[in-house]
């Protein structure tokens, strides 16, 4: 009895996420956001060096953020804060794995519509029903933690008719974390193949892209990409549940990539930010600060 | 003490009878770790007596790939002997051949041997479908994992039952085994400390202040006091965020759907809170060589307000999870780790804190600013069971939240002192990092992660690493995981795991 007092006690907590904007405050490092406008001078070329993880490079004259390696380190920022900053954004989860390569030039939006096109195809079945398989293949164990966040009371994605399940066999989406260990590479082989079509892959985290910090080596294959064919990318190190949360709504089609925002940015005040479309312009989630209520019954 | 192997191995027991003469004495086992070394390959096994830290070492020469093995009379060292063999190619004497642990290969080259120059090339893991180990009639084996029902770290437990008891369970990390001892060789430390983060990333602080800890210890830097109360900040909040993780699996675990809904809001709140202090949901970036990358992102003021606030809410909804029948009987005598098991494989944190173990390296061997901060006494508890480790996590949150408000209060005072120097124009370097300079030597770093304690043996050559050797307290725990279920059954399976609340990424490297 006491526990129904107490789970009534805060009222609605859960975000409202996709239908409205929502994120975790101005000053969380959602993503790297580079300038295009500048040229390539010697800090710049300074911090490309320092990447740990040689996610920055200089393709055309322009400085190219692959966000399939970004830790989220923060040095380049640090060293050459004009050109690299933090944005607190989220949604930048891409079809393909070369739309994480970010910069000034325009994506190949018709190779990108093609493959999109053949996703939401393949995923149009699923949009108010969608089970999830999670496997690790050698993640830093931070990935479980983020996913494991997407039923809690905030992001609560069961609102959303996305539910987690034991079974490769009901799973119709098959999330995958981890540097791709030789360990797990037939257990994460297999558990695809148990699934039904149609069937989609998403490679949660940089570690699942590339490799992240691990790389390739005699124990990880860099990334998942060789054992199973991965349709959606979610950066991040590890990509926070909001992150996540939108590369699933991608991969079923609900929602649309972020694009090339990216490039937009001016460099400037907080203010002076452009502000994604995804990201709430007054900081965190006011619903999750304890003693806040949120309006109950609007939704 | 350096005992060097002249011609047999299989008749020189003075190192293996060195490790257990100290242990014997009051010693307690750390960790046993293999590198290179001039002329052949060094065995170092580190044990803590106190405040300080005693080696004992053995030389093999080149070519030698045998070496006296200390687990017969130091049980602890067993998975560290089974991982040196998986990785090192260094087979123990004394013992049968142990079974392969972390990295199970066909027998050949590429191995990451520490002598061996340049990466390994790829090879196949050559996972062996182990025979049972209990004969009976109507036992069978049930391989749960490595892809488990729920979201897990990929682990695979063969639990051999008779129907409903666990006699015999078999632990297999292998499969997510990434090779990052090696990945350390040669890098630079500022690379090393983003490695040492995501060794095991659900104690990501822990690892970098363990790493950066040996860095300065072999630079001679002492780091800012700023710096240090930035530290414990993080650090005890990714201690409050872990146990709170462990509540929700144990509440989960027992279908409270209630409870299940106010920690994870609980546990959301907190990484929230990280996220507000640096960016990042586990503190990743904040710990850098010689101190912190700089200034926390809300003031004391505003982070005691935060404190007081969560731990009024958390503290009222473990009054009443403590309070449900329906959740203590669950716990109450399952999975108990008697005394005697835990000091036999010296377990750590609050599993070792459950059963009479009550080291705490924040107390006996003070880093970041625990030297000047008080630290309360927790109840000394060692009924071994479910339950005492919960109320173990529950006392050590509350700890945490004491520590948490003596820092700010430091966060606080610093911002008047900064405010004053930069009004006085006296400010002098940063208040938050002392430089590492391109420095030669080897140490050892700790800190008290939230499943205990983590040790980093660095080697460094001007700067950047020659090797890294880790030990993190889940590979320590998890040696003891198997044996604790003398009169559980298989429903006990997820309080039991959730009660150790390991990291397996942390155990398998």
Same mark, same amino acid.
């Given at each position: ?124 079945? %699923? ?117 996540? %949360? ?54 | ?68 093995? &200390? ?42 041997? $520490?002598?061996?120059?340049?990466? $390994? ?24 994992? $490595? ?86 900040? @993080? ?16 509440? !989960? ?49 505003? &982070? ?17 999870? &403590? ?16 005394? !005697? ?16 173990? @009550? !080291? ?35 006392? !050590? ?113």
């Amino acid at each position: 009895m006491p526990w129904i007092t107490r789970g009534l006690s805060e009222g609605i907590v859960t975000t409202r996420y996709p239908r409205r904007p929502d994120g975790y405050g101005p000053d969380f490092h959602g993503t790297l956001l580079v300038d295009p406008g500048r040229g390539v001078d010697r800090a710049t070329e300074r911090a490309i060096g320092e990447c740990p993880t040689g996610a920055l490079s200089v393709v055309d004259g322009q400085v190219e953020v692959d966000r399939g390696r970004c830790v989220l380190c923060g040095r380049c920022a640090t060293l050459q804060p004009e050109v690299f900053r933090f944005d607190p954004s989220f949604d930048h989860s891409t079809i393909g794995r070369s739309a994480l390569h970010v910069r000034g030039g325009a994506e190949d939006e018709e190779t990108l519509a093609w493959i999109r096109s053949g996703l939401a195809r393949r995923t149009k079945a %699923l949009r108010r029903s969608v089970h999830i398989r999670h496997v690790d293949a050698g993640s830093d164990g931070s990935e479980e933690w983020e996913i494991a966040a997407l039923t809690n009371p905030v992001y609560d994605v069961g609102r959303l008719g996305i539910f987690f399940t034991a079974s490769p066999h009901h799973a119709d989406i098959l999330l995958a974390t981890g540097v791709g260990t030789v360990g797990m590479a037939t257990p994460l082989r297999t558990t695809y193949e148990a699934m039904p079509h149609p069937k989609v892959v998403i490679a949660a985290g940089v570690d699942a892209a590339s490799g992240g910090m691990v790389g390739p080596g005699y124990a990880s294959r860099g990334g998942i990409g060789d054992v199973v064919p991965v349709d959606v990318y979610v950066p991040g190190s590890p990509p926070s549940p909001f992150g996540l %949360l939108h590369g699933i709504l991608l991969a079923v089609g609900l929602v649309g990539t972020a694009g090339n925002r990216g490039t937009t940015g001016r460099p400037g005040g907080r203010a002076d930010r452009p502000r994604p479309q995804g990201t709430h312009p007054q900081g965190p989630a006011s619903a999750v600060e304890p003693g806040d209520r949120t309006e109950a019954g609007e939704a | 003490m350096v005992s060097a192997l002249e011609d047999d191995a299989f008749a020189d027991n003075a190192f293996p009878a060195a490790v257990a003469d100290r242990v014997e004495h009051g010693a307690r086992f750390v960790g046993l770790f293999a590198t290179s070394a001039p002329g052949g390959t060094r065995i170092l096994a580190v044990l803590a007596r106190g405040h300080a830290i005693e080696q004992e070492a053995l030389l093999l020469p080149a070519g030698r790939t045998r070496y006296p093995g &200390l687990a017969q009379r130091v049980p602890a060292a067993e998975w560290y002997e089974r991982a040196i063999l998986d990785l090192h190619g260094l087979e123990p004497t004394g013992r049968s051949r142990p079974d392969p642990l972390v990295f199970p290969l066909r027998s050949g080259a590429g191995w990451p041997r $520490p002598t061996a120059g340049g990466p $390994p090339r790829p090879t196949d893991p050559d996972p062996p479908s182990p025979p049972p180990s209990l004969q009976g009639e109507g036992v069978f084996t049930i391989p749960y994992g $490595p892809v488990r029902s729920g979201v897990f770290e990929a682990v695979e437990y063969l639990v051999e039952t008779p129907g409903e008891d666990i006699p015999h369970l078999r632990t297999r990390v292998f499969y997510k085994h990434r090779g990052i001892e090696k990945r350390f060789e040669d890098m630079s430390i500022d690379d090393g400390v983003l490695l040492a983060e995501r060794y095991e990333g659900v104690a990501s602080v822990a690892h970098a202040m363990a790493f950066c800890g040996a860095v300065e210890r072999v630079a001679g830097v002492e780091i800012p006091p700023a710096a240090g109360a930035v530290r414990v900040v @993080h650090a005890e909040l990714e201690r409050i965020a872990n146990h709170l993780d462990s509540t929700v699996r144990h509440v !989960e675990g027992a279908g409270q759907a209630v409870a299940f809904a106010r920690f994870s809001l609980h546990k959301e709140r907190v990484m929230r809170l990280r996220g507000q202090l640096s960016g990042s949901r586990f503190g990743r970036g904040v710990i850098v060589p010689g101190g912190v990358s700089g200034a926390p992102g809300l003031g004391g003021a505003e &982070l005691l307000q935060a404190v007081d606030r969560l731990e009024k809410a958390i503290r009222a909804d473990c009054r009443l999870l &403590l309070a449900t029948p329906s959740f203590v009987d669950r716990l109450r005598g399952t999975g108990v780790v008697s005394p !005697e098991l835990a000091a036999r494989y010296t377990l750590v944190g609050p599993v070792g804190r459950a059963s009479g173990q @009550h !080291e705490d390296v924040r107390v006996s061997r003070p880093y970041a600013a625990y030297g000047h901060l008080g630290q309360p006494l927790a109840e000394p508890r060692s009924d071994g069971d479910a339950l005492t480790r919960l109320h173990v996590r529950f006392d !050590e949150m509350w700890g945490s939240f004491h520590l948490l408000r003596q820092a700010a209060d430091d966060l606080d005072r610093t911002e008047a002192d900064r405010t004053e120097a930069d009004r006085t124009g006296r400010g002098t370097g940063s208040p938050w990092r002392n430089a590492v300079g391109p420095v030669s030597g080897e140490a050892l770093g700790w800190a008290e992660a939230p499943q205990g304690e983590v040790a980093y043996l660095v080697e460094l050559h001007e700067g950047s690493l020659v090797h890294a050797r880790v030990r993190s307290a889940s590979f320590h725990n998890l040696a003891a995981f198997a044996l604790a279920f003398p009169h559980d059954i298989l429903t006990d399976f997820a309080f039991i795991e959730a009660s150790f609340g390991l990291s397996i990424a942390g155990a398998s490297g």
